[in-house]
């Protein structure tokens, strides 16, 4: 199958993954009764976590829960990942306990090197090799997100920003599955980290004012994989300086 191909493929796994979990808000583009936010609003509350179920919730098992949600899948729905990272905030209580939990950073960062970008079988279903390659997705925008990042310790910031340049690395090998989508989100993740934890330490931060490296952290989306190199080196410089 030609390259072109491909990528074509990969897209239509990711359209119609994002479509099936975006289902949740389906009836408001369907119906335009009075009832249309009663309906969409029972359909949220059928996909919550019971509260007394969710409280009692360990992180990890809230960490599986965001990733495995019918709400995750919004996440490829925007063409800004924070902002259907936020849509997912507002409409899924379990995203919302998780971000509250006090331990969240390193229970994070402990999940996140547990995963493996390449432990798939090549010959998976297309659809489920699109799934397996989404969840590295649903962590690094989760990875991303300030209220977490601002929370990490020293030690904790150096085991992260290590993991992050380790599936860089693997994504790159990888790339055919993973896609400049897996890379690009990945590198979002990166260089948020080195934004703000940058400016507490006094690293210089001016690579970012660089249109490639402003659109990326803008958007968490690169425009082309050309930028990567100087970011991976920018994030070595950072952690061996951190």
């Given at each position: 199958m030609s390259m072109k191909k491909k990528t074509w493929c990969f897209y239509l796994i990711l359209a119609g993954f994002a479509m099936t979990i975006n289902g949740v808000h389906a009836q408001e583009s369907q119906d335009k009764s009075m009832t249309e936010s009663e309906d969409v609003d029972k359909v949220k509350i059928v996909n919550q976590i019971p509260e007394g179920i969710l409280l009692d919730m360990s992180t990890e098992e809230l960490i599986q829960a965001y990733i495995e949600s019918r709400f995750t899948?919004?996440?490829?729905?925007?063409?800004?990942?924070?902002?259907?990272?936020?849509?997912?905030?507002?409409?899924?209580?379990?995203?919302?306990?998780?971000?509250?939990?006090?331990?969240?950073?390193?229970?994070?960062?402990?999940?996140?090197?547990?995963?493996?970008?390449?432990?798939?079988?090549?010959?998976?279903?297309?659809?489920?090799?699109?799934?397996?390659?989404?969840?590295?997705?649903?962590?690094?925008?989760?990875?991303?997100?300030?209220?977490?990042?601002?929370?990490?310790?020293?030690?904790?910031?150096?085991?992260?920003?290590?993991?992050?340049?380790?599936?860089?690395?693997?994504?790159?090998?990888?790339?055919?599955?993973?896609?400049?989508?897996?890379?690009?989100?990945?590198?979002f993740a990166i260089t948020r980290l080195i934004e703000l934890k940058g400016k507490q330490s006094g690293f210089s931060l001016e690579f970012l004012q660089e249109p490639g490296m402003d659109y990326l952290l803008k958007t968490g989306r690169l425009r082309n994989d050309r930028i990567l190199p100087a970011l991976i080196q920018k994030a070595q410089e950072f952690l061996q300086s951190y």
């Open positions: 899948g919004l996440i490829l729905a925007y063409d800004n990942p924070q902002d259907g990272f936020n849509r997912v905030y507002e409409d899924f209580s379990g995203l919302r306990e998780l971000l509250n939990r006090d331990d969240i950073g390193i229970k994070l960062v402990t999940y996140y090197q547990g995963m493996d970008p390449g432990l798939y079988d090549p010959n998976w279903e297309p659809s489920r090799i699109g799934k397996f390659t989404f969840k590295f997705i649903f962590i690094e925008v989760l990875i991303a997100q300030e209220r977490i990042l601002e929370r990490l310790t020293h030690s904790e910031v150096k085991l992260l920003l290590s993991e992050l340049l380790k599936k860089n690395e693997l994504k790159t090998r990888y790339c055919e599955k993973h896609s400049i989508l897996g890379l690009s989100i990945n590198a």
